[in-house]
């Protein structure tokens, strides 16, 4: 007996219609799978756990959907090979790090605020006690800092980190000398970027002090760290910054060399 050549019919197979018949056709059948992909997801949600981690961009390690992550690139075909510039430490190395670059941020934060007439806690304390009153110098106000973010680097691969530290901070209301009306009620919020070398002694030295404050964008713009990235071929990494201020952002690299960083490249702000 001949078997036939024909398929079974198909019932979910779309069926091919002319003019305005067949488009209501679609648009109904656009609803029904929009219809149970709903349903599906409904399902699912029914079933996960209470207690599941949640998957949405603003968990721990993700980008805010509002923030912008600036990722670095070199556009050269026959570019250096990508390097690891991150330097390597255990965890109790790098707490030692944050806590001294947090001390020596705290003397570049105190300045800044002597300079500008924000605090009287931060003028020069006397190094001993006085020999007529017999007491001890006073202690230096500590800022509250926030948003502390430490990367430290190997750019030349000669394990001698470079470390950059970037900060925001506020003095104690306390501190502060009367200021006039236009003050406003809100403390002055200090924005700090530092760039220390450490030696093979452990010592460290600052390369770069960049300490500037919401009021003053416009006289001293505040850097953010983008990344390490070799920027000429040569195998030694350089650090891109981002500078902001009230005119607009520009982007700067710098390259360190001892106890200094030299321009490299600066940008026109926009």
Do not use: W
């Not at 690139?73 to 090979?81: K, L, R, T, V």
């Not at 430490?150 to 691969?157: E, H, I, S, T, Y």
């Not at 760039?195 to 030295?205: K, M, S």
Request: glycine share 6%; charged share 25%.
């Amino acid at each position: 007996m001949a078997q036939s050549d024909q398929t079974p019919e198909d019932k979910d197979r779309p069926a091919l219609k002319r003019g305005k018949a067949g488009a209501v056709a679609a648009e109904e059948a656009q609803k029904k799978a929009a219809a149970d992909t709903s349903a599906k997801a409904a399902g699912h949600a029914a079933l996960a756990p209470a207690n599941a981690a949640p998957t949405s961009t603003t968990q721990a390690g993700a980008q805010a959907p509002n923030q912008i992550q600036l990722i670095p690139a070199i556009s050269d075909s026959d570019g250096p090979d990508p390097l690891p510039y991150t330097y390597s430490m255990k965890p109790e190395e790098e707490e030692k790090f944050r806590k001294k670059m947090l001390d020596i941020a705290a003397d570049e934060i105190r300045a800044r605020a002597a300079a500008i007439g924000a605090s009287s806690a931060t003028s020069p304390q006397p190094t001993r006690a006085s020999p007529q009153h017999g007491k001890a110098p006073a202690k230096p106000v500590q800022p509250h800092f926030a948003d502390v973010q430490l990367r430290v680097f190997d750019l030349a691969d000669v394990n001698e980190p470079e470390l950059v530290l970037m900060a925001n901070a506020r003095l104690p209301q306390s501190t502060r000398k009367n200021e006039g009306a236009n003050s406003g009620p809100q403390e002055l919020q200090y924005i700090i970027t530092l760039v220390v070398r450490e030696d093979v002694n452990g010592d460290l030295h600052k390369s770069l002090a960049n300490v500037t404050d919401t009021q003053h964008l416009d006289v001293i713009p505040r850097l953010e760290l983008i990344d390490a990235v070799d920027v000429d071929g040569d195998g030694r990494g350089e650090l891109l910054f981002r500078q902001v201020s009230d005119a607009g952002s520009a982007f700067v690299i710098y390259r360190v060399i001892g106890d200094r960083l030299y321009p490299l490249f600066q940008g026109t702000p926009q």
